[in-house]
């Protein structure tokens, strides 16, 4: 889709579409679900956990930071990371308001 489409939805289609677009790569769930495992993590962590390059990692972070999925703080030369609660919310009420709408339909 063309940036010059994205007018044509609403902000919270565009939004959700961002961190979905942000979570469709295996490595970028295998982040999350790091994170998730240890509550927060030092960059250098990550990339012993991964089987891929550090620029390839960074890469991935960046992209998770982009859609605001993860938060960062500069420790000294190191970067600490944990997933934004906030951003996971709107993703839960998202798939809750789904949930509910289809409760009761049937094709």
């Known amino acids: 889709m063309g940036a010059s489409k994205t007018e044509s939805f609403s902000a919270e289609q565009n939004e959700m579409a961002i961190l ?53 703080t500069i420790e000294g030369t190191s970067i600490c990371y944990c997933i934004n609660p906030d951003t996971v919310a709107k993703i839960e009420n998202h798939f809750s308001m789904i949930r509910y709408k289809l409760k009761n339909k049937c094709c």
């Open 20 to 72: 979905f677009k942000a979570l469709s790569h295996p490595a970028r769930i295998a982040i999350v679900d790091y994170l998730l495992k240890v509550d927060s993590c030092i960059c250098g962590d990550i990339v012993n956990e991964l089987p891929l390059a550090q620029p390839t990692i960074s890469q991935h972070l960046k992209e998770l930071k982009n859609a605001n999925l993860i938060k960062g």
